[in-house]
């Protein structure tokens, strides 16, 4: 190609660029730059344009603040278990519905509904279920017997955290199965017609080919689903508001931003929050290997 | 080593028979071919020998045993996919060793017979190396040697080669036959590649929509054709057919064709509904002096051979096969084919070709 041809080529491509390069400056540089430029200042949200530099004073004090630790704590608590038992039912689901069995397709379309459903619908249809006098859980148990009063699900501190967890799995589960199940369908069929003639025992061809070779698309699923999680603040916030037993750090910086008008404060935890998702995503992309798992 | 049978195997994926009443008895060390064209069954029916795919109905036999319940893996046959299916995360070396991993057998044991058969493919120095890191035919060396290496008593060959260029294509044909005379193991390889069902086969199985067109060594498939498919199928370029009636015109009782063809009528035989010649058995004369007349359309140089294009009136066109290229001159002007009698198939309107004496000189020729 000559090099008027490369240049042409070259400006046609800034061109078709220029849309994108426009909405992403107002949608994200702009906002991003705001929070980041506020959190080394003291500004309250009723009027921003009221402050002064304070440095790094508001990152120093959410990192001294013990609640923000407590967050931080309920995040990874809420994150891994989560995630891993969505991990581990996800495959567990998806397996089974790419066997051919009947009702496959039914199957598959009834599995997404719970992940069509908003979070804040599902968290109230879950909350009603679960409510302690009126739920239609608490009913069940007490006819089948297994327990005599109704249990106060989300209003007792030790149980609330499991209850998030539980409606969490219930609904992305889903998606996990998704993913999953994509990855298994791009696997070779002969692939596993070859370990069949060759004799592999079914849980060997499950370790050493299924899962090796899944590694690439359950990957991709536990980086989303992780991502998903560290910053959850729907499910939370709508079943416990500011209980500080599932507090996530979304909750928290929202709390410091709204409720206490901090913006300076505020915006200081949104970037924790950033830094946070930001290292957490290093780490498994580094321990999933998913730069080097694409090629095959 | 074994001998393998079917005995009226069918397969019906829902109401879709793929599979239609196939009978058949592979001697234990034989080479067996199924060819046929793509949908015609022929990788069901080696999936049906392997235990991939249960048979709807009829019987299996594998060394004398009937296996049709018995699951793949405890057959005692390998599978070599067109595909290759190598396992992708692992080195050349587990990936032909895998299957011995679970058998019990000692890691240095493993080693040395992965060694071994490594050595005997020209792929040793690759070992160490991932399935992506090789090309095709690297590729499907491994795959063989993953066969060969749990010794099984029957190899099945699902297009091994397709997916390689011609030139590696030749070669790795010429090794799979040398690995035949080896072994002497039995062997059943499917193609659609009619040139490599010929040169590989001790024994070719014709199939077409689920049936068996034909069984027969690869001469007998050529010079003695059951019908119409196994006549146009073997055989490249493809058989020239054009049709025919039984009739009468100035010469007398005949055959009559289009292009003022005409052949005696063979006594005591069904009056055959079409005619099919070979292109090397055509010869060019000029117009008016052959059996009939045609318009020369093109001619393709190949180098050491030419291909001449005819154009029937009324009919179809037919191939010529030539060693020396007709005369420019001629295209696209008027010339006469001939061909002898011998040389003539006749099938009837069913497509089964209608047996005339001279098959007997044939059946000779073919034995010898």
């Known amino acids: ?92 689901i998806a397996l089974l519905i790419n066997d051919a069995i009947p009702g496959r397709g039914l199957a598959r379309a009834a599995i997404l509904v719970p992940w069509a459903i908003p979070v804040v619908v599902a968290t109230k249809i879950w909350e009603w279920m679960l409510n302690d ?43 996990m199965v998704l993913l999953i199940l994509a990855g298994l369908q791009m696997l070779s069929h002969e692939i596993f017609e070859a370990a069949a003639v060759d004799g592999i025992p079914a849980w060997k061809r499950f370790w050493s080919i299924t899962l090796p070779m899944l590694r690439p698309a359950i990957g991709v699923a536990v980086l989303f689903r992780s991502l998903d999680a560290l ?32 913006l300076g404060v505020g915006s200081a935890a949104s970037t924790w929050v950033f830094l946070l998702v930001a290292l957490v995503a290093i780490i498994l992309i580094g321990a999933l290997r998913l730069d080097k798992a694409a090629g095959h | 080593m074994a001998s393998v049978s079917m005995e009226s195997v069918s397969k019906n994926f829902g109401t879709h028979k793929v599979i239609q009443d196939v009978n058949l008895a592979i001697k234990d060390g034989e080479f067996v071919v199924f ?59 587990r990936n032909i060793g895998f299957a011995l991993e679970t058998m019990g057998i000692k890691r240095d044991a493993i080693a040395r017979k992965v060694e071994t058969v490594a050595r005997m493919l020209k792929v040793d120095h690759l070992l160490q190396r991932r399935p992506r890191e090789l090309s095709g035919g690297q590729r499907q060396r491994v795959a063989i040697g993953r066969a060969l290496v749990r010794q099984p008593d029957i190899f099945l060959f699902d297009e091994p080669l397709s997916n390689l260029d011609a030139d590696l294509r030749m070669e790795m044909r010429m090794e799979i036959a040398r690995l035949h005379e080896d072994l002497r193991t039995t062997m059943i390889y499917v193609t659609h590649d009619q040139s490599e069902a010929m040169t590989l086969a001790d024994r070719i199985v014709v199939l077409n929509h689920g049936r068996v067109e034909q069984i027969g060594t690869p001469s007998e498939l050529y010079h003695r054709p059951d019908n119409r498919f196994v006549a146009g199928f073997i055989g490249s370029p493809r058989m020239n057919f054009l049709p025919v009636k039984a009739g009468a015109d100035d010469r007398g009782e005949g055959v009559l064709g289009p292009g003022g063809l005409w052949l005696p ?27 009939f007349d045609c318009v020369l359309e093109r001619v393709e140089d190949l180098g050491h051979e030419h291909f001449a294009y005819c154009r029937i009136a009324g009919g179809p066109i037919w191939v010529i096969r030539l060693a020396a290229s007709p005369e420019q001159s001629l295209i696209g002007k008027a010339v006469a084919l001939s061909f002898e009698d011998h040389s003539i198939f006749f099938f009837a309107a069913d497509g089964e070709r209608i047996a005339v004496p001279s098959d007997k000189t044939d059946a000779r020729r073919a034995i010898r």
């Open chain 1, 1 to 92: 190609m000559s090099a008027r041809l490369a240049r042409r080529d070259h400006r046609a491509a800034w061109f078709f660029l220029l849309p994108v390069i426009a909405a992403m400056l107002v949608v994200a540089v702009w906002p991003l730059g705001r929070t980041f430029f506020f959190a080394f200042t003291d500004a309250y949200l009723d009027d921003p344009s009221v402050y002064t530099m304070v440095g790094l004073a508001n990152f120093l004090e959410v990192f001294n603040d013990p609640s923000w630790w407590l967050a931080v704590r309920n995040t990874l608590v809420f994150t891994v278990i989560s995630v891993s038992i969505e991990t581990v039912l996800g495959l567990a």
């Open chain 1, 133 to 175: 006098q009126f739920g239609v859980i608490n009913k069940v148990l007490i006819e089948l017997g297994l327990i005599d009063h109704g249990v106060a699900w989300t209003a007792s501190g030790s149980l609330i955290m499991g209850v998030v967890i539980f409606i969490d799995v219930w609904m992305t589960t889903p998606f």
């Open chain 1, 231 to 262: 910053r959850m603040f729907d499910l939370s916030y709508v079943l416990a508001g500011s209980n500080e037993k599932v507090m996530t750090v979304s909750i928290y910086a929202r709390d410091r931003l709204i409720s206490f008008q901090e």
């Open chain 2, 35 to 93: 060819v046929g064209p793509s949908g015609c069954g022929k990788s069901t029916l080696l999936r049906i020998v392997a235990g991939l795919i249960s048979a709807s109905s009829g019987t299996v036999r594998i060394g004398g045993d009937d296996v049709t319940d018995v699951p793949a893996a405890k057959r005692g046959v390998a599978f070599v996919f067109q595909s290759y299916a190598l396992y992708p995360h692992m080195t050349v070396a």
């Open chain 2, 265 to 291: 009528r063979v006594a005591n035989l069904a009056a055959p509904a079409e005619i099919g010649v070979r292109p090397e058995a055509l010869r060019i004369l000029p117009a008016g002096t052959g059996r």
